[in-house]
Nanobody, 124 residues
Framework: QVQLVESGGGLVEAGGSLRLSCAAS????????MGWFRQAPGKEREFVAT????????YYADSVKGRFTISRDNAKNTVYLQMNSLKPEDTAVYYC?????????????????WGQGTQVTVSS
């Protein structure tokens, strides 16, 4: 099992930027595909972005494509989510998650380990 701690959330005006970080510990970070998900009040948890072990594969939700960038630094055991051109509809709790399987997934239930989440609020 890997322990995950998100940081970097906060309150930002529409059009602004935030950079989320997720620090991992407990297992070999480079053995995990990593994902970012979000959950708004009253809504199901949804996929945002994912990155493979070596950063060779990335996928994004259509709603964030072109605005968000996922990256990782295996030497620092950290995955990042750079969020630009933020919109009020991006407001949610953002979670990072780790998946030890070989394939890169967009499905929350296929990720085994989760962080506690960090709140992102975008004001209009």
């Amino acid at each position: 099992q890997v322990q995950l701690v998100e940081s970097g959330g906060g309150l930002v005006e529409a059009g602004g930027s935030l950079r989320l970080s997720c620090a991992a510990s407990g297992r070999t970070f480079s053995n995990y595909n990593m994902g970012w998900f979000r959950q708004a009040p009253g809504k199901e948890r949804e996929f945002v972005a994912t990155i493979s072990r070596s950063s060779s594969i990335t996928y994004y939700a259509d709603s964030v494509k072109g605005r968000f960038t996922i990256s990782r630094d295996n030497a620092k055991n950290t995955v990042y989510l750079q969020m630009n051109s933020l919109k009020p509809e991006d407001t949610a709790v953002y979670y990072c998650a780790a998946d030890p399987r070989l394939g890169v997934s967009r499905t929350p239930r296929e990720y085994r380990d989760w962080g506690q989440g960090t709140q992102v609020t975008v004001s209009s």
